[in-house]
């Protein structure tokens, strides 16, 4: 009997189709990933595993089996049974899933006696076990702690505890490395590799991460609009794909084993004058006690026509570095040296254009605050921006919530190139954007480096996307830079051990690769 | 130019951000409410009776100040004659026990009284509040500071308190309801300052501001077309459910005795006089009590309606808390 | 935790020093014969001349708001027209028109108002948090519907409303209660409570309509949150999910609102005051604002400011205690 077994599955939330006639089952004991961009209905099918569409609004139509229980006609104490106990769930982010207000252990013993008649302390037990089992050290002590005083990794870790509290037969992780920094995805990835190894539960990984689902699944099945796409072991599907989308999200991926020398680009004149020089740039935050440095002491160099790749995980300070380059922060020590004619690029589009004014009359300010008055000319400039991003110059009027996502970082980046800068710092431009529209915009900045002689630099968290872009790199922790250099040299050769745990952390597309890579992993954390 | 226009087209993208901003859409959202039309449609009806005051009584053919001694029981002490408090084809609501006005002339001008005073005082309130409040967001650290501390200052001092040792110090001279308004609006702006601060203080880093700054633009210039349209939302909720407060407030100065002083008719200060006639002459009590209470309900249900137009994802908030699947 | 109580501390006196300047600043500074205010109608000129050189009126302002902090701290000597008082600290002035010292004044009628806010807020608690939680736990059925409505209501109806209702129908109509008249709780605590009753409820019932809608929100907010949803997905039912989660995150928010109106409370109850006629701190405002007894004035509005900062404070630092999320920093 199969442990999962979905037939014709269908959700509607109101008019929305989110999935539209999806089957498919999963052995006991087996590993499928569900991968497909936003809006394909992924996380939609994870969620109907454990009915959780129930008394939501969503209307679900199908059959969905899991672990022998009909789950969309189950009663309540039927399904209360399944879930947690037969099939556990991981969410996405780990600080808002836990309780805020109650202790991890206890958080864990409450799960754990609802699917066992067993006293306090023994369920408590039960719970600093596990957590021992994932990984989290000194448990008993740790137990008591509640969700905001672990770190990210730490908080998975412990929702990956609480799924295997009851020892469930299968195990549902909604994108449950999305929220982290490679490194520690990495490790959550490994955790998920040996506990399936040693426990033998099932597991359906749902992922819009390609090389995620590479590293851990044996099957992979690819969504689109609700629908799959196809479906099959993870080595043929990603090596061979049959279907033409399957192929084209493949092709958008970046890669960071590109082994095409395509990328290799003349790059600025080495001699010729820096657009911005930044020197021993310091940014101090809190006060008293609690000072800590977000960037310690950076320095950096960008030439005319050159992007700049500054790459570091979350709290390495290189967001703060960017807003210094730009003016919108004020360093606490240091020189930013050069041109002022610098713009931005921001992570979210959403927010980064006011929903209120038209999408005009944003790419018109820096032009406006320059004293432009002649309206005929503001929009003809505007218009010719527009069309310079890939838009139609007839959008002016236009507003926001009218566009995607990748179109309204086109916008922003149109808005970026109104003043006519030398220099566009980009903080992570494609991070909130889907891997196919992510490959298209990170195209137009190219497009536009080259054509307008621009000078780029490019803050962000994938060691991918950066490599693809950039000529020069720069890694930073902690509010330093610890190795900079040209990509060849970083990625090729690279010499600082931070930098080599974190190429061993990307994961790989090649499930053979991925095996190797965790294999390194393994070494050099026994090394360190 | 590799990046084909054809790839993206002009078609609106299917957005996931739920509906447009626009005012459209949200008398659209507020159509929707059934409570909130009706409350509505109240308040309308006192501000029309409010505004022709003068056309109304005319029509009824009533004075507010003229005494009908004739119409009450002087041998009884002056309970009003006939039943219901004199409730009739002359006086149309009856007549004030012991000095025969008129009711319903002087329920119509107390309506004049009332709105007029809590909308008065509900623009002080937000004048003073939204310059105070953008001032601290906005200003450097120590502006902020002394904005605060003079924010923890008024609101240490009860809104009721001073507006009671103002009014009693303030010359008679000045016109009551003015100088009421006025009271109300320095001493309740506490609120909306704090409410414009936090708001204020949470956008001025949002990314579009930031853009808007690296566009060149000056502060002042951002807080008008970055901040204040995203601050309309919140501050007009609250707005709406400052009106009705201030209505209670005004009502209770006047119940006290320090709020508007007679001849001029208000509900508050009907209500108080009513106190002592409530065994004879019910209706007196009854139905300025009964319209304040229509009044302030109304405002607040509309207010409300108000809140849940601009912010579609309160309520669906509340349908995400969902029912969850074990009842 | 300590450097945040401090800070606290440290503002809230600071706000107390700045509300003194500021009353000082209205009713010393205001125009008109300010010892002749002072002293009340009564006073004959030579006692307005004795008050304006005791009140040292010819000196400067500043020297003026001097000597009124030095009574609050140290204490100062008074004429009482007839002989030579001393005030202790902290002596907020002297009465000329009850021969009485504030400072006295006020005590007398604190367990008064004590008496009021107490009763009220232990019924407003009740009633506000249990029809809260009701109408969240029956959501999605008529009687959330009715709840919010007699909520709505609540929050509509104006005080002195709810207290003539509650009058005319308990003591005039069905005559269960007596008519309120305060008696001390120290006389005779039956009595105490019986008058006290209706009082009680009328403020009562104003208040919980708030409590009522801000438990209801909080509640439904956590629901909303990512973690509820992780609960239902591992199995607890939905009454352990109101038990444990949804009413945990309502904990923070109504306690630190509790104590900000429990100190609110004592100078805000005017209404309820005059309208049943208890002789608590409000209603001695009243009564000495319309006879313009300024020292009175002064000395309750610093007393009630007092009250209200407390509960600020107070309210601040059991949020951050019971929110625990919160830094205290």
Redesign the interface.
């Known amino acids: 009997m199969s442990l999962i077994e979905v037939t014709d599955l269908s959700v509607r939330f109101d008019e929305v189709r989110a999935v539209d006639g999806v089957s498919f089952t999963l052995d006991p004991g087996a590993a499928l990933g569900v991968v497909g961009e936003s ?1 394909s209905g992924k996380s939609t099918v994870a969620y109907a595993l ?3 569409h ?4 969503a209307s679900v139509s199908g059959t969905v089996k899991v672990a022998g229980v009909d789950v969309l006609t189950a009663d ?1 104490r039927e ?7 037969k099939a ?2 991981v ?1 996405q ?1 780990p600080l ?7 202790a991890i252990g206890d958080q864990i013993a ?2 754990y006696r ?2 066992h008649r067993v006293s306090r302390r023994a369920a408590r037990a039960r719970a600093v076990e596990v957590l021992d089992r994932v990984g989290i050290p000194d448990a008993v002590r740790r137990s008591r702690s ?1 969700p ?1 005083e672990f770190s990210g990794g730490m908080r998975q870790r412990a ?1 990956i505890a ?1 799924a295997l509290a009851c020892s469930p037969e299968l195990l549902v992780a909604d994108e449950p490395t999305t929220a982290l920094d490679v490194t520690v995805q990495a490790q959550i990835l490994d955790l998920l590799h040996e506990l399936r190894a040693e426990t033998g539960m099932g597991l359906l990984l749902v992922t819009h991460d390609v090389g995620v689902a590479a590293e851990s699944v044996d099957d992979i099945l690819v969504m689109r609009h609700g629908k799959v796409v196809e479906r099959g072991p993870v080595g043929s599907v990603l090596a061979s794909p049959r279907e033409a989308y399957t192929q084209e999200l493949l092709a958008a991926v970046p890669r960071i084993d590109a082994s095409d020398t395509s990328d290799v680009r003349p790059g600025g004149a080495e001699t010729a004058e820096p657009v911005l020089e930044a020197r021993d740039l310091r940014k101090v935050y809190g006060k008293g006690k ?1 000072v800590f440095p977000a960037v310690d002491g950076v320095s950096v160099s960008v030439r005319p026509g050159e992007t700049l790749g500054v790459v570091g995980e979350s709290g390495s300070g290189k967001t703060t570095l960017g807003r210094m380059l ?3 922060l004020t360093p606490d020590g240091g020189s930013v040296t050069g041109t002022s004619d610098v ?2 690029v ?3 589009p ?8 038209s999408i005009g009359e ?1 790419i018109a ?2 032009l406006r ?2 004293g432009e008055k002649d309206e005929e000319r503001i929009r003809a400039r505007v218009g010719e921006l527009l ?1 310079r991003v ?3 110059p ?2 002016y009027d ?2 926001p ?4 996502g ?2 309204r970082q ?1 916008v ?1 980046i149109a ?1 970026a190139l109104a ?1 006519s800068p030398r220099l566009i710092v980009c903080d992570e431009p494609v991070s909130s954007l889907d891997v196919t529209t992510q490959a ?1 915009v990170l ?2 900045l190219d ?1 536009l480096r080259r054509e307008l002689g621009l000078a780029l630099v490019f803050v962000a968290h994938d060691l991918a996307v950066v490599r693809q872009v950039s000529d020069r790199v720069a890694v930073m922790r902690r509010g330093r830079v610890v190795e900079s250099g040209t990509v060849a040299e970083v990625y090729g050769a690279p010499k600082d051990p931070y930098t080599k745990q974190l190429l061993a952390a990307v994961p790989a597309l090649d499930p053979s690769v991925a095996a190797e890579r965790r294999s390194e992993r393994k070494e050099l954390a026994e090394a360190a | 130019m590799t990046q084909s226009l054809a790839l993206l087209g002009t078609e609106a993208a299917s957005s996931s951000e739920g509906p447009a901003p626009g005012t459209r859409s949200f008398w659209r959202r507020l159509r929707a409410q059934k409570a909130a039309m009706a409350a509505g449609s109240v308040i309308a009806l006192l501000v029309l009776t409010a505004l022709a005051a003068p056309l109304l009584t005319a029509l009824a053919g009533q004075d507010p100040n003229a005494y009908h001694p004739e119409a009450v029981d002087s041998a009884a002490g002056g309970v009003p004659l006939g039943s219901f408090g004199g409730i009739g084809a002359e006086h149309w609501l009856g007549v004030e026990p012991g000095t025969g006005r008129d009711l319903f002339a002087r329920i119509v001008y107390g309506a004049r009284v009332s709105l007029g005073v809590a909308l008065f005082a509900t623009l002080v309130q937000l004048a003073i509040g939204i310059t105070l409040g953008l001032a601290a967001a906005l200003g450097g650290r120590w502006t902020d500071q002394i904005v605060s501390r003079f924010t923890d200052v008024n609101v240490a001092l009860p809104l009721m308190v001073l507006a009671l040792a103002l009014l009693a110090i303030v010359p008679q001279s000045v016109p009551r309801p003015v100088l009421i308004a006025l009271v109300m609006g320095l001493v309740g702006w506490s609120g909306v300052s704090k409410l414009v601060r936090a708001q204020a203080l949470a956008l001025k880093h949002a990314d579009h501001v930031e853009a808007a700054r690296l566009s060149g633009w000056s502060t002042w210039r951002i807080a008008r077309r970055e901040l204040l349209p995203s601050l309309a939302a919140p501050i007009i909720t609250y707005a709406a459910l400052m009106v009705p407060s201030n209505i209670s407030v005004e009502a209770a100065l006047s119940f006290l005795g320090v709020g508007i002083k007679p001849p001029t008719p208000s509900w508050g200060q009907m209500i108080t006089e009513a106190d002592t006639w409530y065994q004879t002459a019910p209706t007196y009590l009854l139905i300025p009590a009964g319209l304040l209470f229509v009044t302030v309900l109304s405002l607040t249900v509309f207010g409300e309606g108000v809140r849940l137009a601009l912010d579609p994802r309160a309520r669906t908030r509340v349908l995400r808390a969902g029912k969850g699947s074990a009842a | 935790m300590t450097g945040f109580l401090l800070r606290r501390i440290a503002g809230a006196l600071f706000v107390l020093f700045a509300l003194s300047i500021v009353v000082y600043a209205i009713f010393y500074v205001a125009p008109g014969d300010v010892a002749r205010i002072a002293c009340g109608p009564r006073c004959s000129t030579a006692q307005v001349d004795q008050v304006r050189e005791q009140l040292r009126l010819g000196d400067p302002v500043y020297v003026q708001y001097w000597h009124f902090l030095q009574g609050i701290v140290a204490g100062r000597d008074y004429s009482t027209g007839t002989a030579l008082a001393h005030c202790d600290a902290p002596c907020l002035g002297f009465s000329y028109q009850t021969d009485q010292q504030v400072t006295q004044l006020i005590l007398a009628k604190l367990p008064v108002t004590a008496s009021l806010v107490f009763g009220a807020f232990v019924l407003w608690i009740v009633i506000g948090v249990g029809t809260g939680v009701l109408s969240v736990w029956r959501r999605g059925r008529l009687s959330e519907r009715v709840l919010t409505w007699l909520t709505l209501t609540g929050t509509a109806t104006p005080v002195f409303v709810i207290g003539l209702l509650l009058i005319i129908v308990f003591c005039s109509t069905l005559a269960w209660l007596p008519f309120p008249q305060y008696v001390p709780f120290t006389e005779d605590p039956e009595q105490w409570m019986w008058n006290l009753l209706l009082p009680w409820f009328a403020l009562a019932l104003l208040e919980s309509a708030k409590y009522a809608r801000l438990t209801r929100s909080s509640m439904l907010e956590t629901l909303a949150d990512d973690h509820v949803r992780t609960f239902r997905a591992f199995g607890v039912s939905e009454g352990a999910i109101l038990r444990r989660h949804a009413l945990r995150g309502a904990v923070a928010p109504v306690i630190a609102l509790s104590a900000l109106d429990f100190g609110t409370m004592f100078g805000g109850a005017v209404l309820t005051e005059s309208l049943f006629g208890i002789p608590g701190l409000a209603r001695e405002l009243v009564e000495a604002v319309k006879v313009v007894d300024l020292p009175v004035v002064v000395g309750l509005v610093m007393v009630i400011g007092f009250f209200v900062v407390l509960a600020n404070t107070v309210a601040d630092v059991l949020y951050a205690v019971a929110d625990r999320r919160v830094v205290l920093a």
């Open positions: 809006g454990l009915g959780l129930r008394e939501t609004g309540e399904l209360r049974g399944l879930r947690g106990g556990a769930m969410f982010d808002s899933s836990l309780d805020p207000y109650y409450e799960v609802v699917h509640r905001h929702l609480m609690q730009v003016g919108l713009q931005m921001f992570q979210d959403a927010s980064a254009l006011n929903p209120r004014r944003s300010d820096p605050a320059r069309v890939g838009l139609d007839t959008l236009r507003y919530h009218e566009f995607s990748g179109q086109r922003c808005r003043p298209q195209s137009l497009e």
